[in-house]
């Protein structure tokens, strides 16, 4: 045993015993360091599955963190994509003053950058108490949507319930109650969106997807009301640049018709002042001519008495005396054209003056 195995005896023990009893330690001591050993790969096991459990929960929040990330990316786009339209919109609306052309452009805007696939725009008349139609895109017919009035005391139709509520809705189940006849289509959701400027309701915007049946979402009518408000107070400017336009013409059309009455008046002022100086040399020159028809007549009476009455040249006197009364009444004429007329009142017959 010694020799083979380098094991010593214990004492009172025999070889067999001895090696068993060290074979026994042997293992133990094996088993021990065995059970060490896995011990010690079980904690690093443990370790090693919290780390994979705290490497799954980081890659879950770096998931979620990527996907917020992502989805504040998405909203910042669509926020500079709004801002971007509305700077466009603006931009194009401020270039004009026309209110066709303002409300034509607000449509096209709303179609083409904020993508819907029809559009109508309504204003409150207010001395008629009603909401009319005045543009649209989109339409079949567009005329139809001109020639639409609803009075403001119809507080069930959804055109004067949205200016009455002041907010803008998305509404399902629409009942048109025949406002539309040229529509062609109806849609099963719109948009309506009121139009305020200084600080009062004036008119409706009404929006659509009837082709791409795309869902209008709150999100939408927030985009629409920015829009809106901007189109309010650009429209609200375009209303009183015209009115204000038209009474600069009707103003400029009547200084117009006084310039032409005042130079009527002028033109008859001068007639007037002329007939006037014509009348006073009229007395002048009959008050010149009187005295030598006085003389010339006066001497045609002394040669008429000095001639015989078979005398040849009688005629001659009697033509110069005829013909210088006649002057002579031409010249009272005259006088009385133009002196101020006068009236001379007496009774008269009225029956007389009748017949």
Request: aromatic share 4%; proline share 3%; glycine share 4%.
């Amino acid at each position: 045993l010694k020799k083979h195995t380098g094991i010593k005896p214990i004492p009172g023990t025999t070889p067999g015993l001895t090696v068993f009893i060290e074979l026994f330690l042997l293992i133990g001591v094996v088993s021990a360091v065995i059970f060490a050993a896995f011990s010690i790969l079980d904690t690093h096991l443990m370790r090693l599955k919290r780390s994979e459990e705290e490497f799954e929960d980081m890659s879950e929040l770096l998931k979620e963190a990527k996907e917020e990330s992502e989805g504040k990316n998405k909203l910042l786009l669509r926020k500079m994509d709004e801002s971007s339209n509305l700077h466009r919109i603006i931009k194009a609306m401020s270039q004009t003053m026309e209110l066709d052309k303002i409300l034509n452009t607000i449509l096209e805007s709303i179609c083409k950058y904020l993508s819907y696939d029809r559009a109508i725009l309504c204003l409150i008349n207010e001395k008629e108490g009603t909401v009319v139609g005045i543009q649209s895109l989109g339409v079949e017919n567009r005329d139809e949507v001109r020639n639409l009035k609803v009075s403001l005391d119809e507080k069930e139709v959804f055109i004067v319930k949205a200016i009455l509520e002041k907010r803008p809705q998305i509404i399902s189940k629409v009942n048109y109650d025949g406002l539309f006849e040229g529509m062609g289509k109806y849609p099963n959701t719109l948009a309506t969106i009121p139009l305020e400027a200084k600080g009062k309701i004036i008119g409706v915007l009404i929006v659509d997807n009837i082709r791409s049946r795309k869902q209008i979402k709150e999100k939408d009518l927030r985009s629409l009301v920015t829009f809106t408000n901007q189109a309010g107070m650009a429209i609200e400017n375009a209303r009183l640049y015209e009115t204000e336009k038209k009474f600069k013409e009707k103003l400029q059309h009547e200084v117009d018709r006084a310039v032409e009455k005042l130079k009527a008046a002028q033109s008859e002022l001068i007639q007037s002042e002329k007939l006037a100086a014509v009348g006073e040399m009229a007395t002048i020159v009959t008050h010149e001519v009187r005295n030598p028809l006085s003389t010339i007549r006066g001497s045609a009476e002394l040669i008429d008495e000095t001639l015989k009455d078979n005398d040849p040249n009688k005629k001659y006197s009697k033509f110069i005396i005829s013909e210088v009364d006649r002057l002579n009444r031409v010249v009272t004429e005259i006088l009385s054209f133009s002196r101020r007329p006068s009236l001379e009142l007496q009774p008269e017959n009225i029956n007389k003056l009748i017949e």
